[in-house]
C-alpha cells in the first residue's frame, strides 16, 4: 500500500485534511473514524493518523474528490467545538499509533461510508485555507524547571546480549554496528573501538583528538586575521529577522508558552520536501528515564551548534563539506560523546570550533551560540527544520550517512513525540546566560593571544622604521 502526501489544517469546529490520491475510484474510497484515530483507505492508497484530540460524525462530516488535482479534501467534526488540535503539523507524530490503553478507552466509532454518513463527491478544482499552528496549551505538571548547568550522574547503558558490546547513539539503543560506521566514517570519526567503547573512553578519545589538531601557531595567525572573516561574525541568518519580527508582533509561540495564534511565521512552517521527510520517518516511541533525556536535550545543542556554524560560515549556501563541519564540531556525532551539563557542551563546541575547521576564532564561536539561542527559542518546529536539513545533507554524504542513522533520525522523530517548547526555552535561557570564556577551552589562549599583540607590535615597529629610514 502507498502512503499518500497529506496536510492537516483545522479551524474552531473540523479537522481538514487533503490527500492527495490521483487515478483512484470515489465510490471505492473508505474512511473510518475510532474517536482520536483515523483511517482512509483507496486501492492503493492507506493513510492512519493518531489526532491530538478526539473526532465525531454527526452529519455535518464532508468529503469531496477534486479530479483535476488527485486530492481527496475532507472536513471532519471535532467531538469537542473550539479544542485546538496540537502538532497537526508533525506528521511522523500523527502517523504513530496509539498506545494500547489510550486506544482501548474509547468507543468505537462507526465509518463515514456507511449509508447515514455522506458519500465522496467529485468536484471542480477547490482551494482550502490553512489552519494556524497550535502549540502545547498548558506546561505540564512534569515540566520542572531543570538547572542545565549542574552536572548529573550519566545513565546506566542498556545491557547487551553481548556484554563486550556497549550501546551508543541516541537514547544508548544501538551497538554491533561500529564496523561499518568506522569504516565508512573514518574521516569522521574520532573514537577508537567504538563497539567496546565506554562513555569515559569515548570522552578520552575525544579530549585527545582535539589537543592533537589544535594548532598554536594556527591560533594565533587567525586571532591577527580576523579582519578576514569579520563578514562571517556580521552574518545575520534568517533565524534572527523571524525572532524579532514574532517578538514584536506579540507572538509567543517561540517562547514556548504554546497560545494559538491567528498565523504562524512563515519561517516555521514545513516545506514540501520537508513534510514528505516527516511522512518517511518510522513513528517510535522512545523509553528513556531522567537522567538520559538530560543527555539527550545536550546532545541536541551540541548538533545545533554543528550546523549553525556551517550556516554562518557558508552564510547559507551549503558545500560539499557541509556534512563534515556539522559532523567534525558535534561531539555528539563526531565522538559519541555524552554531556551531563551545559558547559561540557560548550567547552567541546569552543575546542573543536578551535580546533578542526576553516576559521578558528573565539569570537565566531560565541556568535554561532547566539544562533542556537535563537534557534531553540524560536521552538520544536525549527528545531526539526534544522534537524532535516542535517538530515538531508548525511543521507547524500558517501561518509556520514551511518551517522544519520544512529543519530539524526531518532532526533527527528524525538524532537516531535516528546521534546517540549519549555525544555528548549529554558536551555535557551540557560545558554543566553551562559558566559562563554577562553578557560573552558582548557588552552592557553590568553596567552596566546598576547603574544598574538606583542608579535603585531613588534611588526608593527619594524614597519615604521623601516618607512622612516626609507623616507630619509
Same mark, same amino acid.
Given at each position: 500500500?502507498?502512503?499518500?502526501?497529506? #496536510?492537516?489544517?483545522?479551524?474552531?469546529?473540523?479537522?481538514?485534511?487533503?490527500?492527495?490520491?490521483?487515478?483512484?475510484?470515489?465510490?471505492?474510497? %473508505?474512511?473510518?473514524?475510532?474517536?482520536?484515530?483515523?483511517?482512509?483507505?483507496?486501492?492503493?492508497?492507506?493513510? *492512519?493518523?493518531?489526532? $491530538?484530540? @478526539?473526532?465525531?460524525?454527526?452529519?455535518?462530516?464532508?468529503?469531496?474528490?477534486?479530479?483535476?488535482?488527485?486530492?481527496?479534501?475532507? =472536513?471532519?467534526?471535532?467531538?469537542? $467545538?473550539?479544542?485546538?488540535?496540537?502538532?497537526?503539523?508533525?506528521? +511522523?507524530?500523527?502517523?504513530?499509533? =496509539?498506545?494500547?490503553?489510550? @486506544?482501548?478507552?474509547?468507543?468505537?466509532?462507526?465509518?463515514?461510508?456507511?449509508?447515514?454518513? /455522506?458519500?465522496?463527491?467529485?468536484?471542480?478544482?477547490?482551494?482550502?485555507?490553512?489552519?494556524?499552528?497550535?502549540?502545547?496549551?498548558?506546561?505540564?505538571?512534569?515540566?520542572?524547571?531543570?538547572?542545565?548547568?549542574? $552536572?548529573?550522574?550519566? $545513565?546506566?547503558?542498556?545491557?547487551?546480549?553481548?556484554?563486550?558490546?556497549?550501546?551508543?547513539?541516541?537514547?544508548?539503543?544501538?551497538?554491533?554496528?561500529?564496523?561499518?560506521?568506522?569504516?565508512?566514517?573514518?574521516?569522521?570519526?574520532?573514537?577508537?573501538?567504538?563497539?567496546? !567503547? +565506554? /562513555?569515559?573512553?569515548?570522552?578520552?578519545?575525544?579530549?585527545?583528538?582535539?589537543?592533537?589538531?589544535?594548532?598554536?601557531?594556527?591560533?594565533?595567525? %587567525?586571532?591577527?586575521?580576523?579582519?578576514?572573516?569579520?563578514?562571517?561574525? =556580521?552574518?545575520?541568518?534568517?533565524?534572527?529577522?523571524?525572532?524579532?519580527?514574532?517578538?514584536?508582533?506579540?507572538?509567543?509561540? !517561540?517562547?514556548?508558552? !504554546?497560545?494559538?495564534?491567528?498565523?504562524?511565521?512563515?519561517?516555521?512552517?514545513?516545506?514540501?520536501?520537508?513534510?514528505?521527510?516527516?511522512?518517511?520517518?518510522?513513528?517510535?516511541?522512545?523509553?528513556?528515564?531522567?537522567?538520559?533525556? *538530560?543527555?539527550?536535550?545536550?546532545?541536541?545543542?551540541?548538533?545545533?551548534?554543528?550546523?549553525?556554524?556551517?550556516?554562518?560560515?557558508?552564510?547559507?549556501?551549503?558545500?560539499?563539506?557541509?556534512?563534515?563541519?556539522?559532523?567534525?564540531?558535534?561531539?555528539?556525532?563526531?565522538?559519541?560523546?555524552?554531556?551531563?551539563?551545559?558547559?561540557?557542551?560548550? !567547552?567541546?563546541?569552543?575546542?573543536?570550533?578551535?580546533?578542526?575547521?576553516?576559521?578558528?576564532?573565539?569570537?565566531? #564561536?560565541?556568535?554561532?551560540?547566539?544562533?542556537?539561542?535563537?534557534?531553540?527559542?524560536?521552538?520544536? *518546529?525549527?528545531?526539526?527544520?534544522?534537524?532535516?536539513?542535517? =538530515?538531508?545533507?548525511?543521507?547524500?554524504?558517501?561518509?556520514?550517512?551511518?551517522?544519520?542513522?544512529?543519530?539524526?533520525?531518532?532526533?527527528?522523530?524525538?524532537?516531535?513525540?516528546?521534546?517540549?517548547?519549555?525544555?528548549?526555552?529554558?536551555?535557551?535561557?540557560?545558554?543566553?546566560?551562559?558566559?562563554? #570564556?577562553?578557560?573552558?577551552?582548557?588552552?592557553?589562549?590568553?596567552?596566546?593571544?598576547?603574544?598574538? *599583540?606583542?608579535?603585531?607590535?613588534?611588526?608593527?615597529?619594524? %614597519?615604521?622604521?623601516?618607512?622612516?629610514? +626609507?623616507?630619509?
Amino acid at each position: 500500500m502507498l502512503t499518500p502526501r497529506f #496536510t492537516v489544517t483545522q479551524t474552531n469546529d473540523f479537522v481538514e485534511l487533503v490527500l492527495q490520491c490521483p487515478f483512484i475510484k470515489a465510490q471505492e474510497v %473508505e474512511i473510518d473514524i475510532d474517536g482520536s484515530e483515523f483511517k482512509f483507505f483507496a486501492h492503493p492508497y492507506y493513510l *492512519r493518523l493518531s489526532m $491530538p484530540g @478526539r473526532l465525531v460524525e454527526d452529519g455535518r462530516e464532508q468529503s469531496k474528490y477534486d479530479i483535476d488535482k488527485g486530492t481527496v479534501l475532507l =472536513k471532519i467534526p471535532k467531538e469537542q $467545538p473550539g479544542v485546538y488540535f496540537e502538532d497537526l503539523d508533525m506528521l +511522523t507524530k500523527l502517523m504513530g499509533i =496509539k498506545p494500547e490503553s489510550e @486506544r482501548l478507552a474509547h468507543p468505537l466509532m462507526s465509518n463515514l461510508v456507511q449509508k447515514n454518513s /455522506p458519500s465522496i463527491q467529485t468536484i471542480n478544482p477547490v482551494s482550502c485555507a490553512k489552519a494556524p499552528y497550535i502549540q502545547e496549551q498548558d506546561v505540564k505538571d512534569d515540566e520542572i524547571e531543570i538547572d542545565w548547568s549542574y $552536572p548529573q550522574q550519566l $545513565p546506566e547503558p542498556m545491557v547487551s546480549h553481548n556484554t563486550n558490546i556497549g550501546p551508543y547513539g541516541f537514547n544508548n539503543q544501538y551497538s554491533g554496528f561500529a564496523a561499518n560506521i568506522e569504516n565508512v566514517a573514518n574521516e569522521i570519526l574520532d573514537v577508537v573501538d567504538l563497539d567496546h !567503547s +565506554t /562513555p569515559e573512553s569515548r570522552r578520552k578519545n575525544r579530549i585527545d583528538s582535539e589537543n592533537a589538531k589544535f594548532d598554536e601557531d594556527y591560533y594565533i595567525s %587567525e586571532f591577527l586575521s580576523r579582519d578576514e572573516f569579520v563578514h562571517l561574525i =556580521k552574518y545575520r541568518p534568517a533565524s534572527w529577522k523571524v525572532l524579532k519580527e514574532i517578538q514584536q508582533s506579540g507572538d509567543k509561540e !517561540s517562547s514556548g508558552t !504554546s497560545v494559538p495564534t491567528v498565523k504562524t511565521h512563515a519561517f516555521l512552517e514545513f516545506t514540501e520536501l520537508e513534510q514528505s521527510q516527516l511522512r518517511n520517518l518510522s513513528n517510535r516511541q522512545y523509553l528513556i528515564d531522567s537522567a538520559m533525556e *538530560r543527555c539527550i536535550y545536550l546532545g541536541l545543542v551540541d548538533i545545533i551548534f554543528g550546523y549553525c556554524f556551517n550556516l554562518r560560515t557558508t552564510e547559507g549556501e551549503d558545500t560539499v563539506e557541509s556534512a563534515w563541519t556539522i559532523c567534525k564540531l558535534s561531539g555528539t556525532l563526531s565522538c559519541f560523546d555524552a554531556f551531563l551539563s551545559l558547559s561540557e557542551v560548550v !567547552s567541546c563546541s569552543l575546542r573543536r570550533s578551535l580546533a578542526f575547521p576553516l576559521n578558528r576564532h573565539i569570537d565566531l #564561536t560565541k556568535i554561532v551560540y547566539e544562533d542556537v539561542v535563537i534557534l531553540l527559542k524560536l521552538g520544536r *518546529r525549527a528545531i526539526l527544520k534544522a534537524l532535516l536539513h542535517i =538530515k538531508r545533507l548525511l543521507e547524500h554524504d558517501e561518509v556520514a550517512f551511518v551517522l544519520d542513522r544512529v543519530w539524526i533520525t531518532d532526533y527527528c522523530v524525538w524532537i516531535q513525540q516528546q521534546a517540549t517548547d519549555v525544555r528548549l526555552k529554558s536551555l535557551a535561557s540557560e545558554l543566553h546566560r551562559f558566559k562563554i #570564556t577562553a578557560e573552558l577551552s582548557m588552552w592557553p589562549l590568553k596567552e596566546l593571544e598576547e603574544l598574538a *599583540r606583542e608579535d603585531y607590535q613588534m611588526q608593527s615597529q619594524a %614597519e615604521a622604521s623601516e618607512t622612516v629610514q +626609507t623616507s630619509i
